[in-house]
């Protein structure tokens, strides 16, 4: 999905009536609705995790090698990866770790990581979105080439040698957010130029000018409400991508270690055993899967809610 494509369609509501109908479309959107309860019971259970395991009864890092067949090297005893009432969705081969435990630990990671990356994209791609669009033809020249590399530019790449130099004592979750967000904010910042460089023609920009208001302030005051809504309908979309990011970096081992567990070091881990024990592959993949289409389909219904030229949506999408 394209930033023209986003902006066009996030063109800013300007009256409370508009908000109103921004909210009834979403409503009507019965796949838009059907992510949300997702998302919104996926952050609930990330977030009640310590609760959540507690009532369990069991821990992340505690190994039982009790249950696990030594004979077939390590594989767990029993149907579906060993689940039981002590372990509801099995256990891990080798190390007899909760599954249970591990999979919403993952789940605290990777929303930590998708929101807190989030954050740093959204400041960063505004932040120099607004100075281009505001700036003079010199700084906008510079800026734009620079949002141009930034958007070319191999983040997996550099990603991958970043992340592999940093020293194991610094707070992998923090560097996932700092390096995933330096190389992504590009897209963002696209955005909010384009939109900037419109509405600055606008005759309540011009009137505030004239008044003698300084560029900080019309920049605060009149430019950024007025690219709210482009900015949220791509921040939704962008949430989905940051969690497959840390997953892909967990997955090639320079993301989150060990004992810390994440979805992708899950799946790492799970390649070797997918045949011997199906569930240990299908419990991260299965939860990464339904959060990002969670989150992707959400996002193409706040879009649709905020686009004034799409169709009503009587009775929600099928």
């Known amino acids: 999905m394209s930033t023209e494509l986003i902006a066009e369609a996030?063109?800013?509501p300007e009256a409370p009536a508009r908000g109103r109908q921004v909210r009834r479309r979403?409503?009507?959107d019965r796949m838009a609705m059907a992510g949300l309860v997702i998302a919104v019971l996926m952050i609930v259970a990330a977030l009640a995790a310590p609760l959540l395991v507690h009532l369990?009864?069991?821990d992340a890092t505690a190994y039982h090698p009790e249950l696990l067949d030594s004979a077939r090297g390590g594989?767990?005893?029993?149907s579906f990866g060993g689940a039981s009432g002590a372990h509801w969705l099995g256990v891990e081969p080798t190390t007899g770790r909760d599954l249970f435990?591990?999979?919403?630990g993952g789940a605290r990671i990777s929303f930590l990581v998708a929101f807190g990356t989030l954050i740093v994209q959204i400041l960063?791609?505004?932040g120099i979105g607004l100075a281009a669009g505001l700036g003079g033809k010199v700084a906008d020249a510079f800026l734009g080439r620079l949002i141009d590399l930034a958007i070319s530019f191999p983040q997996l790449i550099f990603a991958i040698a970043l992340l592999a130099i940093v020293p194991g004592t610094f707070p992998r979750p923090i560097l996932l957010m700092m390096v995933i967000g330096l190389f992504g904010w590009g897209g963002t910042a696209r955005l909010i130029r384009g939109q900037v460089l419109s509405l600055k023609t606008r005759d309540y920009v011009s009137a505030a000018r004239l008044s003698?208001?300084?560029?900080?302030?019309?920049?605060l005051r009149e430019i950024l409400p007025g690219v709210s809504a482009p900015l949220v309908t791509y921040a939704a979309l962008l949430l989905p991508n940051n969690m497959i990011s840390e997953a892909g970096l967990s997955f090639?081992?320079?993301g989150v270690r060990p004992p810390a567990s994440s979805w992708g070091q899950m799946l790492s881990s799970a390649t070797t055993w997918f045949q011997a024990d199906p569930m240990y592959v299908l419990v991260p993949g299965l939860l990464l899967l339904v959060n990002v289409l969670a989150f992707t389909v959400l996002a193409d219904g706040v879009r649709t809610a905020l686009d004034p030229k799409a169709p009503s949506l009587r009775g929600g999408r099928r």
Request: charged share 15%.
């Open 212 to 219: 003698g208001a300084s560029r900080t302030r019309i920049a």
């Open 101 to 104: 435990a591990r999979a919403l």
């Open 252 to 254: 090639l081992g320079v």
């Open 26 to 28: 979403l409503y009507a």
């Open 56 to 58: 369990e009864g069991q």
């Open 10 to 12: 996030g063109a800013a």
């Open 124 to 126: 960063l791609g505004v």
């Open 75 to 78: 594989v767990p005893r029993g």
